[in-house]
């Protein structure tokens, strides 16, 4: 779960990290108050949306007088920012953060992810702080320090030394750096972090170090622990499907395309987008039902497809183990009585009680007047899913092309 | 032979008498696992379905001879439950459960490297291992395999079932499957399963199943490359998938750009894995590897 800067902010200035003062405003009046009362001359108004890269996109704006505290707070609230991670479609901005500008000697990259490899927390830390830490990997990968962080004695003073001198710090910065990175670090583990970045850490004019930025991300399975960071779930940066998905425990993920897919089990899921588009066509979502889904939760997912208006076609894709093929065929007749559509339905049952699926299917099919598609094997499901989709444009040549185009 | 499970396994059930343990115990007895024992701390003296329950892992393998186990308990105190197992010197550990948070296997895992213990773990999150015909420990739809040559490995599970259906239709069985799980920090990785694949006779090819995220399939790819004699045959999906956005899995997010599908499959093809692009492929490679 991604948290907003201003929600990660918090968090550090809780544990005693050095943050700018300010504060949240959702609209222009809000930001000029909230600028009155930081007092100074200068602040900076950053846009709140999760998404990396605001800077460029114009959602980061430093200001000098109240006017244009107002001015550009009221142009960027209901903006579109759009950046690499957003796609397209960007991001609505809802929320602003006015901050004391800070007087900058010095950028640093500071941040804490989870190594699959050591299977351990792991730093990464630069002196090359502000940019893009891919962008520095890239052109100057010798800047980047990384250190892994034992679990059991956690990080340590002497490992916040250790990458100071790494990165070059100044000696009189080591043991303020160190404490900061321990203070930062204390933030992530305590509450699950999967990654905790820091970009910039700077060193201010005299000689503070202080978190300009915060980009976090804690793990969802880990929320049952920290109520208080679920109750910081941003709905609203979630699609409306996504929403709906959240609230039944559905794993779902919008994409561009016509074909709604509907799959128990995250690999096949995956697999099953993929097969698509080896026939030339796009899924419209990743959906899985999971492993314990029971009628109402088939329901309500193949709901969230039909109420999805790029979808065109359906394609359900089964392999029954724990989940039951019957259960599935109720589940999706049960959903359809609810949003009654004439789109069609492709069928890919396999595994268990799929004949009791198959036929409980067909039987409602012919009662309600369904239009049903069945199909045997995931590659006949799919070939019939993507004609069904491009309809008359349907043109077999197109596989070919997408297939060359990858090679 | 096979690897990890065979007719000698004896199974211990963490968590027999939740509605899921319950279910698969009788799923696995059913398919003719041998389930000498279930622990549930407090319901020790009690039985489920014929099945003896005991407080602890410890009085399981004392008294029951358990030498696996496999874990059905909720994600809040799965972790402990495979510490336990650890604990007990078994020799396999399985563990079924969804949704342990990453910060507790980090400890698990910790635990495992530093101890004495010779218990082996498999997963969390995964369907669990199946040697047709001898033992499974898991849920997986026991029907759909065959005893036989085809050794896989997937982080999957119903996309392991679609593999070893495909596998089964060209005729070819199931040496042993084993589901690694798709969260961040597992147990025993490809290339753990790979090197007992190598010194098993039954097995002649491997099927590894990998998805976006991580390393582990590039690595294993390495290995594969310098180690492994036997064919291997790969898919890997999420080919689709958006940068950034966890696709179910846990560890199944594009963090880096050498995490995607397309990468993995370039480098894996490198090493002289037999890489499908489609899903629907997988048999059909086999069948052309194995050359029947």
Known sequence: MDLHEFQAKGLLRNYGVPVPDGGVASTASDALRVAKELRGDAWVIKAQVHAGGRGKAGGVKVVNSFSDVYDVASHMLGMKIVTKQTGPEGKIVRRTLIEKATDIKQEIYLSFLVDRDSEQHMIIASAEGGMDIEEVAEKNPNAIVTERINPVTGMGLFLGRKIAKKIGLESSLLNKFADVANKIYNVFADFDGMMLEINPLVVTGDGDIVCLDAKMNVDENALYRHPKIEEMKDYGELEPQEVRASIFDLSYVSMDGNIGCMVNGAGLAMATMDIIKSFGGDPANFLDVGGGADVNKVREAFKIILTDPKVKVIFVNIFGGIVRCDLIAEGVLKGSDEVPSDRSIVVRLDGTNVEEGRRILEEGAAKTGLNIVTADTMADAAQKAVELAAGEDYNPEKKKTAAKAKE | ?292
């Not at chain 2, 279910?23 to 059913?30: D, G, N, P, R, V």
Request: net charge neutral; proline share 4%; hydrophobic share 40%.
């Open chain 2, 1 to 292: 032979m096979s690897i990890l499970v065979n007719n000698r396994t004896k199974v211990v059930v963490q968590g027999l008498t939740g509605s899921q343990g319950k279910f698969h115990a009788q799923k696995m007895k059913e398919y003719g696992t041998n389930i000498v024992a279930g622990v549930v701390p407090g319901r020790g003296g009690t039985e489920v379905d014929g099945t003896p329950v005991f407080d602890t892992v410890e009085e399981a393998i004392r008294q029951a001879g358990a030498n696996a186990s496999i874990v059905y308990v909720p994600p809040a105190y799965a972790a402990d439950a495979v510490i336990e197992s650890v604990d007990a010197n078994l020799d396999l550990c399985v563990c079924i459960t969804e949704g342990i948070p990453v910060k507790d296997m980090i400890k698990v895992k910790r635990l495992m490297k530093t101890s004495s213990s010779k218990t082996m773990l498999v997963g969390p999150n995964c369907p669990g291992v199946i040697t047709p015909g001898e033992c499974k420990m898991g849920i997986m739809p026991g029907e759909i395999h065959t005893a036989g040559t085809v050794g896989i490995i997937s982080k999957s599970g119903t996309l392991t079932y679609e593999a070893v259906k495909q596998v089964s239709a060209f005729g070819y069985g199931q040496s042993t499957c084993i589901g690694i799980g798709g969260d961040p920090i597992i147990g025993l990785k490809y290339i753990d399963l790979l090197e007992m694949f190598q010194f098993d006779a039954q097995t002649e090819c491997v099927v590894l199943i990998g998805e976006i995220g991580g390393q582990a399939e590039v690595k294993a790819g390495e290995w594969i490359k310098q180690n492994f004699n036997k064919p291997v045959v790969s898919f890997i999906a999420g080919q689709t998938a958006p940068k950034g956005k966890r696709m179910g899995h846990a560890g199944a997010i594009i963090s880096g750009g050498d995490d995607t599908a397309a990468a993995k499959m370039k480098a894996l093809e490198k090493c002289g894995v037999h890489v499908v692009q489609s899903p629907a492929d997988i048999g059909k490679k086999v069948a052309e590897v194995l050359g029947k």
